[in-house]
Each structure stands twice: as structure tokens, then as C-alpha cells.
């Protein structure tokens, strides 16, 4: 698919979706066509996102997009339609991988949203490892290694053995650290990603 027939196909399936979200009755014809959309886009392996669902739509507690996007797995890029600003989520499968170029807008908002993920989560940890709630930090840690780059998890599984272990000062030391490799890591990522 050419970027004209992708912005095309991508336009006509979010018609019907906000047409759908709005309890407008679609006829047989109709739904048809929406699924034949869903099923190309699928194939592609593309993604569509309204802008005011991206916040929801990529959270990581929902999937693993973000994720994806942060270590280069998955492109993002967007653009404005008649309704509202559109992101298209490019898996690697996708023929348009290689094709695509990422803006730096459309990164920054990546960025900023795993980030801002990261950041609670850490905060979150922090807080309930200070309080002395070992269970709910470790939920927690769960939580941050699901988002972390594959490099990174054995520094979360040290972080749970001293948690399991009641090695508090150690865990804390060690979430700590954790936090700051997670800051250059996406830092390094950031620059490489934009040049």
C-alpha cells in the first residue's frame, strides 16, 4: 500500500468506527466493508489510534505498543483527518516498516507517555518500599519489568529477590539504580531515534 491509498483506507475505517461509537445503526453492506478494513489493516500490521484514545490505547496495562515503539519494534506516525488527529502504530511485519519516517512530534508523544509511566511506577515502588508494604512494591517491580527493555529485567528480578529476601535497604538501592538506567536508556534511545 502507497501512503495516499493508506491515509485513504485508514480514513474510511475510522468513518465507520466513529459511526459505530455513535450508535449509528450501520447497514450488512457497511459492517462488511468495516470488516474488511479491520482485516487488511490487521494483515498490515498496523494499528489505528484516535488522538483521544492515545493515552488509553497505549497504556501499558493494555498492550504492549508503547513498549514496542520505545525500543524500535514498531513505528509510529500520524496525521490529521476531517475528526481529529490519527496515529498508526507500524509493526514490524508491516511492508511499510522500512518505508515509514517517524516525526519527532509523533515520538515525542511516545516518549512522554512511557515515560510518565515509568516515572509513577518508580514513584509508586518508592513510596510503598518506604512504607514498609513489600507486597504492594513488588507489584509494583512486576510492573515496571514488563515494561522494561529485555537488558534491564535482571535488574528488576535482583530488585524482587531482596524484596522476597526483606532486604529493604538493598531494594531500595537497587530500585533506585534501576530508575536511573531506565532515564539513560531512554534518553539514549530518544537521540538515537531522532538523530
Given amino acids: 500500500m502507497i501512503e495516499k491509498e493508506l491515509k485513504r483506507l485508514v480514513e474510511k475505517y475510522v468513518y465507520y468506527i466513529k459511526a459505530k461509537s455513535s450508535k449509528t445503526v450501520l447497514s450488512p453492506e457497511e459492517l462488511k466493508t468495516l470488516a474488511e478494513l479491520e482485516d487488511e489493516l490487521s494483515r498490515e500490521d498496523i494499528k489505528v489510534v484516535l488522538e483521544e484514545e ?110 522476597r529476601n526483606r532486604e529493604l535497604d538493598y531494594a531500595l538501592e537497587k530500585l533506585k539504580e534501576l530508575r536511573n538506567k531506565v532515564k539513560k536508556t531512554l534518553i539514549s534511545s530518544w537521540r538515537s531515534r531522532v538523530g
Fill in 54 to 163: 492515545f493515552v488509553e490505547e497505549l497504556s501499558p496495562t493494555r498492550s504492549s505498543y508503547l513498549k514496542d515503539i520505545i525500543e524500535g519494534k514498531r513505528k509510529i506516525i500520524s496525521f490529521e483527518s476531517e475528526w481529529e488527529r490519527i496515529y498508526l502504530i507500524v509493526g514490524s511485519d508491516s511492508a511499510l516498516f522500512r518505508q515509514i519516517h517517524e516525526t519527532k512530534e509523533d515520538l515525542r508523544a511516545a516518549f512522554w507517555l512511557y515515560f510518565y509511566h515509568m516515572k509513577n511506577l518508580f514513584r509508586n515502588a518508592l513510596r510503598e518500599l518506604t512504607r514498609g508494604d513489600l507486597s504492594r512494591a513488588s507489584s509494583m517491580v512486576i510492573a515496571i519489568k514488563q515494561l522494561l527493555p529485555s537488558f534491564l529485567r535482571e535488574d528488576a528480578d535482583e530488585v524482587l529477590s531482596y524484596l
